[in-house]
């Protein structure tokens, strides 16, 4: 072989090398993108969720002053309401972060067909206190989180005068701001920051599932069977604010949705399914009710059937996420439990 032939033969495993290494670094970098965008949606929610409890808490000791009145006890309200669309994004993110997965229920008891939270919080007022944050950490999650902020500021039996149960109300906000704090610290490391591209792009799809399946259960559970249905057992019913956080729930899902599974999708050789579903995603949101609460919307025939729509149209994506896309990538996504009985 003369030299040149020997150069020619020498150069081909150095150019299959060079491209191999660079298709290499190519699914590395956006493995690592995608590890980052996931993590930040995450991490970023927490601390947007701590921020508005931390106001909630200076608000609730603001309405606990002797001279406050009616104005301020509406700001202590719309602070709640606040933290409740500030959780929203993190409702039913059960995956990848343990920690983070079981201080969720003591933020937020849900779902709740047996009314723990007001049993269980009438019972706690019996008692007479003293009150502390140490104290209610033994008691049930029922009374820790927004549930039991909500009870306190709109549970017809407190409404002659919210502030009669002050020093559980300050107490309860701080045991909330303690919870915020404890989940932000939770996610101060990526915890799929060493995780390979397939079990990166299997938790993705298996926290859209388990964070849409919540928001399903949020609108069937109180929807029951028709001409039954149980206003009483939809999400913060007491304060009619259950399409309020369901709207922001949705919103979020698209959002993370476009952001992280729709370049995998396309990625992957799938941009017609990435396409149609972003539609329906879109459509989903765009079928939410107008309002705030469920109970008017249960209590008629066209709210009912609004209802039907927009739970036949999250549906649809749930199928779609499960039997098309867990199939398109190569996985299997499991069944997410999240029945608090």
Known sequence: MNLTGYMTALKWPFVVFCVTALIGCGLEAKTADMSDKLWASQQQSAKHFLDAVSNLAISTGALCQIKSGKQQEEKTKQAWLNAVTAWAPLQGANVGNAKAAALSWQIQFFPDKKNTTGRKMSRLIQSGGPYSVASLSNESVAVQGLGAMEWLLFDPSNMKDVKTHCS????????????????????????????????????????????????????????????????????????????????????????????????????????????????????????????????????????????ITLLNNLEYINIALREEVGPALGMIVGFNSTDGD
Request: glycine residues 4%.
């Open 168 to 307: 559980l109300m300050v107490v309860t906000s701080k045991h909330l701001v303690n919870s915020a704090e404890a989940l932000v610290t939770s996610w101060e490391i990526n915890p799929w920051g060493q995780t390979n591209k397939n079990q990166l792009e299997a938790d993705a799809l298996r926290l859209l599932t388990a964070q849409l399946e919540t928001a399903i259960k949020s609108i069937e559970i109180p929807m029951g069977k028709p001409g039954y249905p149980k206003p009483y057992q939809a999400p913060f019913w007491r304060s009619q604010q259950s399409l309020t956080a369901t709207r922001e729930n949705i919103a979020h899902l698209r959002t993370l949705y476009e952001q992280i599974m729709r370049p995998v999708l396309i990625d992957n050789g799938h941009p017609e399914l990435a396409k149609r579903l972003s539609v329906h995603w879109l459509t989903a949101l765009e079928s939410i009710p107008e309002g705030e609460g469920l109970k008017a919307l249960l209590d008629t025939k066209a709210g009912y059937r609004d209802l």
